[in-house]
């Protein structure tokens, strides 16, 4: 089983601002890790992933993220926040890849609505 | 151009009738999924297919069915069953060692 938690349904940073979106996960099998953004009435977009490997990864649009298994978290960060970041955060976890070599179904959390203050 | 295609964006039901959500990827992706998007709930997975004419159920598998036919095709059956269907539907499709891209959505509503 897997879950995913994310801290803050709305965080609220000023334009320039350090970003930070807390995401803990909870998994019986060593975790794939991923964030997705998603704005207004449109489908998600991968912003980064982590898998195997080094465990600061580095995304689009200036994001970045460190897995921390000791403390099962998997924070969400972008050293300046920009009127354009403002949109819904999703953090997943998968158990890894299946049969056809598609992510096992991934388990997301409920989302972090992001806002931007001018 | 290639990609993820759900259609219809919008559509209405009418409370018990079955609805068909289409989902066409033209990536060549062998796996692909379903979700269910609710406000404040995050993505529920509905059905996942890793395979061509295999699939499993997601954890709100309940009132909806799928086929998968095609490699390209794997569209989503809202049924009579399925007692609260309004959401927003999000199809999506995964390569070989990559995590899910995912199409536009279609949003559903019963009227």
């Known amino acids: 089983a897997q879950s995913v938690t994310q801290l803050g349904s709305h965080v609220s940073v000023s334009e320039g601002a350090l970003v930070l979106l807390r995401c803990n996960y909870s998994?019986?099998?060593?975790?794939?890790l991923f964030w997705y953004v998603q704005y207004p009435n449109q489908g998600l977009q991968l912003l980064l992933k982590y898998t195997t490997g080094a465990t600061l990864v580095k995304g689009i649009n200036g994001f970045e993220a460190e897995f921390k298994k000791s403390e099962t978290s998997f924070h969400l960060t972008k050293p300046s926040a920009h009127m354009s970041d403002a949109a819904e955060y999703f953090c997943a976890v998968s158990g890894g890849w299946g049969t056809g070599g598609g992510a096992d179904g991934l388990t997301f959390g409920k989302g972090t609505h992001l806002i931007i203050q001018p | 151009d290639g990609g993820i295609t759900q259609s219809p964006k919008y559509l209405f039901r009418k409370e018990g009738q079955n609805v068909t959500l289409s989902c066409e990827q033209n990536l060549n992706h062998d796996a692909m999924y379903w979700y269910r998007q609710d406000p404040g709930q995050g993505l529920r997975l509905i059905y996942y297919s890793q395979i061509v004419n295999d699939f499993q159920k997601g954890d709100i598998a309940e009132g909806y069915s799928v086929s998968r036919e095609k490699k390209e095709s794997f569209p989503l059956t809202v049924t009579s069953a399925q007692k609260n269907p309004t959401a927003f539907y999000l199809c999506?499709?995964?390569?070989?060692?990559?995590?899910?891209?995912f199409g536009q959505g279609t949003r559903l509503t019963v009227v």
């Open positions: 999506a499709s995964s390569p070989q060692g990559t995590p899910p891209f």
């Open positions: 998994s019986s099998v060593p975790p794939y």
